[in-house]
């Protein structure tokens, strides 16, 4: 039921004919209430697109009563024009629903640098306004895919409320935060302050450590809104825990649906000074095209986990570090380990245990291998 | 002619085994004298191969009499046995050409992870020693090949003195240092401290400004030994001058063949606030495999250009950038310019001019498309 799934919230999503296939590209996310806390992450690229400007102003007051969401167009580096054609799209979605335009938070995804064909996208608001129901979460996560295979939905029921969710993410996937539109939804009471400090905890732990392709977007953006429909008011504690738990089941979809991926790989680095340590060390290996091209050909070339790390400031003794893939310690001390030929790669996940021996802390980076059909996706995205 | 342009040198490269396909795979350079002086450059990667431990060693006393090189295994990331393995080849090369083992440099290049076959390498090591002539500059610049599809040399000559060189390098070609094995040579008298800066300006601006995949290797080496059997004795400004010229030869050698590249991408960064801000900006450019793709499928793709650059803390206003691509400036002031389909891509250079209007500073990287066939060579390449 994705992002319906709270009490207090209705959806739709339409074809616009944004999209040349057809397929559903609008969507909207409307709060009934009676609350309408809001909170929201933005990608940090500074080039942020015309929707996130717009949408920042919107979640500066800290609460939001409805999103519209579009795909086949990013409205990202359009100037002036393109932060006006967002402006029209809230202010259009505004008066359909009877609110004020401050109150509509928009997102779009698509290619960057071409205006939103703008006739289309307001009509395809009014269709969606129209066709708002309890029951449309599901087709407003259609609607925000772009290269995505399959729509991503969550729902994380708890007792008397629940937190929903729809994602839509496939390439640029990279922190800080994965690339992708995000939308959460809860009909527990929360107070802005805790939405905003619980949205950032799920962010820190799931998205921001999904690197599929180390590149960021224009467009990221993670957005929350709590209808108090339910009546409870659950600790800060079992929010957020349910919160992150919702953002990590949608990660974990966009990882498994990244662009040509053939591998879904998990690099852990153990032992390390500090998080900062493992995370610098992880996104390191995640980035490392030698290394994520082995990984797409089955093998398991521990040298260029090595070669990627050693490009770091993590704290580690070049003659101390351990490598184990698969569960094969196939690199010790920094030398030859066990045989590599007793590393099976020819299933989808993959584990890289990184062992810098040089503290207490761990933090887990993923990603995707590097494939034929990456390039040739990406190579072909825009033509 | 390669390392043996300039007079005082003899060269060899022989088949030793080490590479299954049977090609030369062992080189030696040798300076006759009568100066010794010699300066190197090596990887920062904190995995340091063992040929690059001991050669740091070597060149400690900035003399070096010869320097052994192998293809067919890096001999990197393997342990005290791994340095054994160095020592021991130092040793025989020495003892074969009667002198010190401190004289000889020794690089290799092949396979991380994988201890050296060290019968077939000192067998290798005699017959190179044996094969010596003032004509083995080819046979040694083959000999360093790995994935190379063809040999690289250079030959800068000047009025009575030259400086000639050879280098491999198709992968893990990034800063700093290109990955790489160069040896430079020249006859002209030039002091061991005037040859160590010369080379650190003749590679700043150009092996380290190369990042064709922004992997950076463990056993990077450049190294220059000057005879003076010239006689001929430069002032710095002239020799800075041309063993720059030597180095740029090459590093664009190196771009040309880079490992399944269709194109050869200059990306300049103008009016940056400084040189280090248009390095940044360059490589963030150099290295978002967005771009890379889209380049290879021959698409202008302005918005991943300020995408990647938008992730850097360099100074500008994202309402002022200029983006052009082989002439044409498709995005003007962070937004849309002219039109992207006047823009030919077919042909193999390709250049991205990026106006920051942020200062008076430039700089130009170097780096190639993300192609399938470097997915297929890359995933394949240890198997």
């Known amino acids: 039921m994705s992002t319906t799934a709270p009490k207090g919230f209705s959806a739709a999503g339409v074809a616009a004919g944004l999209k040349s296939s057809g397929d559903l590209d609008v969507a909207v996310v409307l709060n009934h209430g009676p609350d309408d806390a809001a909170a929201a992450v933005f990608t940090t690229n500074r080039f942020p697109a015309a929707p996130v400007l717009w949408s920042r102003q919107v979640l500066a007051g800290e609460r939001a009563r409805a999103v519209v969401l579009n ?33 509509v938070a928009v997102a779009s995804t698509g290619l960057i640098g071409v205006r939103l064909p703008m006739d289309k996208l307001t009509a395809g608001v009014t269709a969606a306004v129209e066709a708002l129901s309890e029951d449309g979460g599901p087709d ?17 029921q708890r007792e008397g409320w629940c937190v929903g969710g729809m994602a839509k993410g496939a390439g640029m996937l990279a922190p800080s935060l994965a690339t992708m539109l995000v939308v959460l939804t809860t009909d527990a009471v929360v107070p802005p302050e805790l939405l905003r400090s619980a949205l950032k905890t799920a962010t820190s732990v799931s998205f921001e450590r999904v690197d599929s392709d180390g590149c960021l977007s224009t467009n990221d953006t993670v957005l929350v809104m709590a209808s108090g429909a339910s009546g409870m008011t659950p600790s800060a504690g079992e929010f957020t825990d349910a919160l992150t738990a919702a953002a990590t089941d949608l990660a974990m979809q966009l990882l498994a649906d990244a662009e040509g991926s053939t591998k879904d790989i998990a690099i852990t ?26 990984l797409f050909g089955n093998d ?14 993590a704290a580690f003794e070049a003659d101390q570090v351990d490598v184990t893939i698969n569960g094969v310690t196939v690199c010790r001390g920094g030398a030859i380990g066990d045989p590599r030929e007793g590393v ?40």
């Open 300 to 313: 398991p070339n521990w040298g260029r986990v090595l070669a990627a790390i050693g490009t770091t400031d």
């Open 269 to 294: 680095v153990r032992n390390a000074a500090g998080v900062d340590d493992a995370l610098t060390a992880g996104r390191a290996c995640a980035r490392n095209n030698l290394l994520k091209t082995a």
């Open 140 to 156: 407003a996560a259609r609607a925000i895919m772009t290269t995505d295979s399959v729509p991503k939905t969550t729902v994380q």
């Open 344 to 383: 099976d790669l020819t299933g989808r996940a993959i584990t890289i245990d990184v062992d810098l021996k040089a503290g207490s802390e761990q933090a887990t980076i993923w990603t995707n291998d590097l494939s034929i059909a990456y390039v040739h996706e990406n190579s072909a995205y825009s033509t």
């Open 71 to 103: 795909s086949g167009g990013a409205n990202a580096c359009t100037g002036p024009e393109g932060f006006q054609d967002t402006h029209a799209t809230a202010e259009h979605a505004a008066a359909a629903l009877g609110i004020g335009a401050i109150d």
